[in-house]
């Protein structure tokens, strides 16, 4: 056996974890041929009994594999989520309709949201009904800003801001009030 296949065959606890993620829930199953296929494209040639172990050790190790009984064999899930698809149009939804966001970070976190979910969720999680046509900010420092105050509150310094506002000359100018 080369190098190559040695190394590849340490992946398949990754790739079926990813796999399991991606493509299973409670509702969605995938059958033992769909599992050494999706191995195969991956470049790992693998016999079922050791797919059987690895799912083995992954229902040791908290990750929950679910197999189920069938007309002909078992298909198998992974039926916990850290989030329902529920949630993470919960989610979206706040994401989008943030103003204090910009249009790019919004985009950003939502396509990470998406990646919590299933392939199946992630078409039930464009929703661009909020986010259509919404005034966003165009300070991208919003992040950075909110984590500096956070720090100062929970180490009980001070804080100050400077406000501003746009002049007759169209020009930013420290607010006297």
Same mark, same amino acid.
């Given at each position: =056996?080369t $190098?190559?296949k ?5 992946l398949i ?6 796999l399991? *993620?991606?493509? %299973?829930d409670?509702?969605?199953y995938? %059958? =033992?041929?769909?599992i050494?296929?999706?191995l195969l494209?991956?470049?790992?040639? @693998?016999?079922?009994r %050791? ?7 992954l229902?040791?190790?908290g ?10 064999? &078992? ?8 989030f ?6 919960f989610?979206?939804?706040? @994401?989008a309709a $943030?103003?204090? *966001?910009?249009d ?5 976190l939502? %396509?990470?949201i998406?990646?919590?979910?299933t392939? &199946?969720?992630?078409?039930v999680?464009d929703?661009g009904?909020l986010?259509?046509k /919404?005034i966003?900010?165009m300070?991208?420092k919003?992040?950075k800003?909110?984590?500096?105050i &956070?720090?100062a509150?929970v180490n009980?310094?001070?804080i $100050?801001?400077?406000?501003? /506002? ?12």
């Amino acid at each position: =056996m080369t $190098s190559q296949k040695s190394e590849s065959k340490k992946l398949i606890l990754i790739y079926l974890q990813q796999l399991f *993620l991606e493509k %299973t829930d409670d509702k969605h199953y995938i %059958t =033992m041929s769909d599992i050494l296929k999706y191995l195969l494209d991956k470049g790992i040639i @693998v016999d079922r009994r %050791t797919v059987y172990t690895d799912i083995s050790l992954l229902n040791q190790s908290g990750f929950e594999i679910v197999g189920v009984a069938e007309k002909g064999g &078992y298909k198998y899930h992974h039926p916990t989520r850290l989030f329902d698809t529920t949630e993470l149009k919960f989610l979206v939804d706040s @994401v989008a309709a $943030s103003k204090f *966001l910009t249009d790019k970070k919004s985009k950003d976190l939502i %396509t990470k949201i998406k990646k919590l979910g299933t392939t &199946y969720d992630s078409t039930v999680l464009d929703r661009g009904i909020l986010s259509h046509k /919404r005034i966003k900010t165009m300070n991208d420092k919003v992040f950075k800003n909110l984590d500096d105050i &956070y720090f100062a509150i929970v180490n009980n310094h001070k804080i $100050s801001f400077d406000y501003l /506002r746009w002049d007759a000359d169209k020009q930013l100018a420290k607010w006297k009030g």
